[in-house]
Protein backbone atom coordinates (compact mmCIF):
# COMPACT_ATOMS: atom_id res chain seq x y z
CA UNK A 1 0.00 0.00 0.00
CA UNK A 2 1.22 3.54 -0.45
CA UNK A 3 2.89 5.29 2.35
CA UNK A 4 4.14 8.53 3.06
CA UNK A 5 6.58 8.74 6.28
CA UNK A 6 7.57 12.07 7.37
CA UNK A 7 9.92 12.91 9.91
CA UNK A 8 9.24 13.74 13.75
CA UNK A 9 8.53 16.55 15.30
CA UNK A 10 11.46 20.12 15.56
CA UNK A 11 11.98 22.56 17.52
CA UNK A 12 13.53 25.39 15.88
CA UNK A 13 15.14 29.28 16.83
CA UNK A 14 14.32 31.83 14.92
CA UNK A 15 16.58 32.84 11.86
CA UNK A 16 17.62 28.93 11.75
CA UNK A 17 16.81 26.03 9.19
CA UNK A 18 14.59 23.19 9.07
CA UNK A 19 14.30 19.88 7.22
CA UNK A 20 11.54 17.51 7.05
CA UNK A 21 11.96 14.21 5.00
CA UNK A 22 9.05 11.81 3.80
CA UNK A 23 10.08 7.97 2.81
CA UNK A 24 8.01 6.62 0.15
CA UNK A 25 7.17 3.48 -0.10
CA UNK A 26 4.20 1.07 -2.06
CA UNK A 27 4.68 2.90 -5.44
CA UNK A 28 7.32 4.01 -8.10
CA UNK A 29 8.52 6.57 -6.40
CA UNK A 30 9.75 8.30 -9.69
CA UNK A 31 6.03 8.14 -11.41
CA UNK A 32 4.41 10.96 -9.04
CA UNK A 33 4.95 14.63 -8.22
CA UNK A 34 5.35 15.57 -4.25
CA UNK A 35 3.81 18.06 -3.14
CA UNK A 36 4.35 19.87 0.29
CA UNK A 37 1.60 21.64 1.88
CA UNK A 38 1.60 23.16 5.62
CA UNK A 39 -1.20 24.18 8.18
CA UNK A 40 -0.41 26.78 10.80
CA UNK A 41 -2.53 25.64 14.50
CA UNK A 42 -6.44 26.33 13.44
CA UNK A 43 -5.61 27.81 9.57
CA UNK A 44 -6.37 26.47 6.57
CA UNK A 45 -4.03 24.36 4.19
CA UNK A 46 -1.42 26.10 2.26
CA UNK A 47 0.52 24.95 -1.01
CA UNK A 48 4.02 25.62 -1.10
CA UNK A 49 5.41 23.67 -4.24
CA UNK A 50 6.14 20.38 -5.54
CA UNK A 51 9.40 18.39 -7.09
CA UNK A 52 8.99 15.60 -9.50
CA UNK A 53 11.52 12.98 -8.01
CA UNK A 54 12.52 12.13 -11.75
CA UNK A 55 13.44 14.88 -13.03
CA UNK A 56 14.27 16.51 -9.89
CA UNK A 57 12.36 20.04 -11.14
CA UNK A 58 10.83 22.15 -8.85
CA UNK A 59 8.30 24.83 -8.63
CA UNK A 60 8.18 27.06 -5.16
CA UNK A 61 4.77 29.15 -4.36
CA UNK A 62 6.24 32.68 -4.46
CA UNK A 63 5.46 33.29 -0.65
CA UNK A 64 8.27 30.21 -0.54
CA UNK A 65 11.02 31.35 -2.76
CA UNK A 66 13.97 31.80 -2.01
CA UNK A 67 13.59 30.33 1.32
CA UNK A 68 12.45 26.61 -0.19
CA UNK A 69 14.26 24.10 -1.22
CA UNK A 70 12.67 20.76 -1.87
CA UNK A 71 15.23 17.60 -3.08
CA UNK A 72 14.86 14.26 -3.22
CA UNK A 73 16.91 10.86 -3.00
CA UNK A 74 15.70 8.78 -5.31
CA UNK A 75 17.80 5.76 -3.73
CA UNK A 76 16.20 5.62 -0.61
CA UNK A 77 12.81 6.84 -2.17
CA UNK A 78 13.14 10.23 0.11
CA UNK A 79 11.76 13.38 -0.31
CA UNK A 80 13.10 16.28 1.23
CA UNK A 81 12.37 19.99 2.06
CA UNK A 82 14.21 22.61 3.96
CA UNK A 83 12.64 25.94 5.49
CA UNK A 84 15.45 28.56 6.25
CA UNK A 85 15.01 31.89 8.55
CA UNK A 86 12.50 30.33 10.49
CA UNK A 87 9.86 33.03 11.59
CA UNK A 88 7.73 32.70 14.28
CA UNK A 89 4.68 32.12 11.96
CA UNK A 90 6.33 29.14 10.21
CA UNK A 91 5.26 27.25 13.15
CA UNK A 92 2.67 24.43 11.29
CA UNK A 93 2.40 21.09 10.90
CA UNK A 94 3.96 20.55 7.14
CA UNK A 95 2.33 17.52 4.87
CA UNK A 96 4.65 15.92 1.90
CA UNK A 97 1.77 14.33 -0.39
CA UNK A 98 1.36 12.14 -3.63
CA UNK A 99 0.04 13.85 -6.92
CA UNK A 100 -0.15 12.13 -10.53
CA UNK A 101 0.49 15.19 -12.25
CA UNK A 102 1.25 19.25 -10.81
CA UNK A 103 -2.24 20.34 -11.03
CA UNK A 104 -3.76 17.04 -9.88
CA UNK A 105 -5.72 15.77 -6.97
CA UNK A 106 -3.55 14.66 -3.82
CA UNK A 107 -4.23 11.10 -3.51
CA UNK A 108 -2.15 10.22 -0.57
CA UNK A 109 -0.58 12.60 2.38
CA UNK A 110 1.80 11.92 4.91
CA UNK A 111 1.16 12.40 8.04
CA UNK A 112 2.61 15.64 9.00
CA UNK A 113 5.44 17.04 10.51
CA UNK A 114 5.10 19.50 13.40
CA UNK A 115 7.73 22.97 13.47
CA UNK A 116 7.87 24.88 16.13
CA UNK A 117 9.46 28.24 16.08
CA UNK A 118 9.95 29.58 19.21
CA UNK A 119 12.92 31.49 20.84
CA UNK B 1 -6.69 37.69 -6.65
CA UNK B 2 -6.26 34.26 -6.48
CA UNK B 3 -8.55 32.76 -3.89
CA UNK B 4 -11.25 30.05 -3.52
CA UNK B 5 -13.60 31.25 -1.11
CA UNK B 6 -15.42 29.01 1.41
CA UNK B 7 -17.83 29.63 3.71
CA UNK B 8 -16.46 29.39 7.24
CA UNK B 9 -18.77 27.42 8.82
CA UNK B 10 -21.95 25.25 7.82
CA UNK B 11 -24.31 22.56 10.05
CA UNK B 12 -27.13 20.38 9.88
CA UNK B 13 -29.04 17.77 11.60
CA UNK B 14 -28.42 14.06 11.32
CA UNK B 15 -29.90 12.96 8.25
CA UNK B 16 -30.04 16.51 6.36
CA UNK B 17 -28.45 17.10 3.50
CA UNK B 18 -25.84 20.28 3.25
CA UNK B 19 -23.90 21.76 0.69
CA UNK B 20 -20.54 23.85 0.59
CA UNK B 21 -19.93 26.13 -1.93
CA UNK B 22 -16.22 26.68 -3.76
CA UNK B 23 -15.82 29.79 -5.41
CA UNK B 24 -13.21 30.89 -7.60
CA UNK B 25 -12.10 32.74 -10.67
CA UNK B 26 -10.75 33.18 -14.55
CA UNK B 27 -7.40 32.01 -13.61
CA UNK B 28 -8.26 28.97 -11.60
CA UNK B 29 -11.87 27.26 -11.69
CA UNK B 30 -13.08 29.55 -14.58
CA UNK B 31 -10.26 28.62 -16.29
CA UNK B 32 -11.18 24.98 -16.82
CA UNK B 33 -9.03 23.07 -13.61
CA UNK B 34 -10.75 20.69 -11.99
CA UNK B 35 -11.72 21.00 -8.13
CA UNK B 36 -11.04 18.83 -5.68
CA UNK B 37 -12.11 18.43 -1.88
CA UNK B 38 -10.52 16.89 0.84
CA UNK B 39 -11.97 16.12 4.02
CA UNK B 40 -9.83 16.90 7.81
CA UNK B 41 -10.77 15.24 10.77
CA UNK B 42 -8.75 16.99 14.01
CA UNK B 43 -5.80 16.16 13.98
CA UNK B 44 -5.46 13.56 11.24
CA UNK B 45 -4.20 14.63 7.52
CA UNK B 46 -6.37 15.75 4.82
CA UNK B 47 -8.40 13.02 2.78
CA UNK B 48 -9.07 12.71 -0.78
CA UNK B 49 -12.82 13.13 -0.91
CA UNK B 50 -13.90 14.71 -4.30
CA UNK B 51 -11.13 14.34 -7.23
CA UNK B 52 -11.97 15.79 -10.81
CA UNK B 53 -14.69 17.89 -9.61
CA UNK B 54 -17.76 14.81 -9.48
CA UNK B 55 -15.77 11.56 -9.11
CA UNK B 56 -15.16 9.53 -5.86
CA UNK B 57 -12.41 7.66 -4.68
CA UNK B 58 -12.68 3.84 -3.86
CA UNK B 59 -14.37 3.60 -0.15
CA UNK B 60 -15.91 7.51 -0.22
CA UNK B 61 -19.99 6.92 0.59
CA UNK B 62 -22.26 7.92 -2.51
CA UNK B 63 -23.50 10.52 -0.04
CA UNK B 64 -20.68 12.72 -1.00
CA UNK B 65 -21.02 14.12 -4.33
CA UNK B 66 -19.56 17.42 -6.61
CA UNK B 67 -20.43 19.50 -8.97
CA UNK B 68 -18.88 22.52 -10.83
CA UNK B 69 -20.45 25.00 -12.96
CA UNK B 70 -18.36 28.26 -14.04
CA UNK B 71 -16.39 29.96 -11.87
CA UNK B 72 -17.89 27.69 -8.93
CA UNK B 73 -17.97 24.38 -7.51
CA UNK B 74 -20.10 22.68 -4.59
CA UNK B 75 -19.80 19.62 -2.18
CA UNK B 76 -22.85 18.08 -1.14
CA UNK B 77 -23.30 15.36 1.85
CA UNK B 78 -26.80 13.90 2.06
CA UNK B 79 -27.90 11.95 4.91
CA UNK B 80 -25.87 13.44 7.62
CA UNK B 81 -24.00 11.52 10.27
CA UNK B 82 -21.70 12.15 13.43
CA UNK B 83 -18.83 11.33 11.60
CA UNK B 84 -19.01 13.63 9.02
CA UNK B 85 -18.45 16.64 11.87
CA UNK B 86 -14.96 17.41 9.94
CA UNK B 87 -13.16 20.14 8.32
CA UNK B 88 -13.69 20.29 4.36
CA UNK B 89 -11.43 22.08 1.47
CA UNK B 90 -11.81 22.65 -1.96
CA UNK B 91 -8.61 22.82 -4.12
CA UNK B 92 -7.65 23.53 -7.80
CA UNK B 93 -4.62 24.75 -9.65
CA UNK B 94 -3.88 28.44 -10.80
CA UNK B 95 -2.39 29.55 -13.61
CA UNK B 96 -1.82 33.13 -12.31
CA UNK B 97 0.00 31.42 -9.40
CA UNK B 98 1.28 28.23 -11.30
CA UNK B 99 0.90 26.67 -8.38
CA UNK B 100 -1.97 25.01 -6.13
CA UNK B 101 -4.60 27.02 -4.48
CA UNK B 102 -7.06 25.82 -1.51
CA UNK B 103 -10.12 27.58 -0.54
CA UNK B 104 -9.71 28.51 3.14
CA UNK B 105 -12.06 25.57 4.36
CA UNK B 106 -15.84 24.80 5.88
CA UNK B 107 -16.19 23.51 9.25
CA UNK B 108 -18.98 21.17 9.37
CA UNK B 109 -20.90 20.92 12.51
CA UNK B 110 -23.81 17.86 12.90
CA UNK B 111 -26.16 19.37 15.47
Known amino acids: QVQLVQSGAEVRKPGASVMVSCKAS????????IQWVRQAPGQGLEWMGW????????TYAQKFQGRVTMTRDTSVTTAYMELSSLRSDDTAVYYC????????????WGQGTLVTVSS | QSVLTQPPSVSGAPGQRVTISCTGS?????????VHWYQQLPGTAPKLLIY???KRPSGVPDRFSGSKSGTSASLAITGLQAEDEADYYC???????????FGGGTKLTVL
Open chain 1, 97 to 108: ARADYYGSEIDY
Open chain 1, 26 to 33: GYTFTDYY
Open chain 1, 51 to 58: SHPNSGGT
Open chain 2, 26 to 34: SSNIGAGYD
Open chain 2, 52 to 54: GNT
Open chain 2, 91 to 101: QSYDSSLTGLL
